[in-house]
């Protein structure tokens, strides 16, 4: 398996855009999570699936954020419209029940908004 | 709510020197402890585990161990190299994971 891939790696767009990011976890799993890094903050957990449904969307931080996971092999985070404090690395991580939260991490995207 | 507390970095070491970074966790129940490790430009890579009380996890010379009593998982190293350099997170995972804030290491040769 290729391990979870994201796209795009780098993301550079203005304020009021629209962005989307995806993810395409490992084949099996069943839970996807989706992280934001920065510097202030840290790793946070914006939301996570299970079986493409969403559990807990409690750290999305408002509704211009919306992640949807349509099949098991893909899932968007998208923010609407964008704002410079969006600008974060962003993660996508899956995993299964049965590996104790052993999770795998796709390599980031990096979102700039100016 | 569960959490996760480590300490705050940067933590700047000699080559060879003693490694500790200190990792304590709140939950109601038993989660799974972790130690994750991100280098530069990438994800985080899974560096070791413990699933429950008095586990220990190893790799690559690190170990840490699944102190209950203490709600602990302190990572350790004996004798660093500057390839090891990198950001480490503790986590725990339940019916969800968990990180703590990262701790970034530096050795020096």
């Known amino acids: 398996d290729a391990g979870v891939i994201q796209s795009p790696r780098h993301e550079v767009t203005e304020m009021g855009q629209e962005v989307t990011l995806r993810c395409k976890p490992i084949?099996?799993?069943?839970?996807l999570f989706w992280y934001r890094q920065t510097m202030m903050r840290g790793l946070e957990l914006l939301i996570y699936?299970?079986?493409?449904?969403?559990?807990?969307d409690s750290g999305m931080p408002e509704d211009r954020f919306s992640a949807k996971m349509p099949n098991a092999s893909f899932s968007t985070l998208k923010i609407q419209p964008s704002e410079p404090r969006d600008s974060a690395v962003y993660f996508c991580?899956?995993?299964?029940?049965?590996?104790?939260?052993?999770?795998?991490f796709g390599q980031g995207t990096r979102l700039t908004v100016v | 709510g569960n959490s996760v507390t480590q300490m705050e970095g940067p933590v700047t070491l000699s080559e060879e020197a003693f490694l500790t970074i200190n990792c304590t966790y709140t939950?109601?129940?038993?989660?799974?402890l972790f130690w994750y490790v991100q280098y530069p430009g990438e994800g985080l890579q899974l560096l070791l585990k413990?699933?429950?009380?008095?586990d220990k996890g190893s790799n690559k010379g690190f170990e840490a161990t699944y102190r209950k009593e203490t709600t602990s998982f302190h990572l350790e190293k004996g004798s660093v190299q500057v390839s090891d350099s990198a950001v480490y997170f503790c986590?725990?995972?339940?019916?969800?994971?968990?990180f703590g804030t990262g701790t970034r290491l530096q050795v020096f040769p």
């Open positions: 991580a899956s995993t299964n029940w049965g590996s104790t939260f052993e999770a795998f």
């Open positions: 084949s099996g799993h069943d839970y």
């Open positions: 699936f299970n079986n493409n449904v969403p559990i807990d």
């Open positions: 939950a109601t129940g038993y989660p799974s």
């Open positions: 413990a699933t429950k009380a008095d």
């Open positions: 986590a725990q995972g339940t019916d969800k994971l968990i």
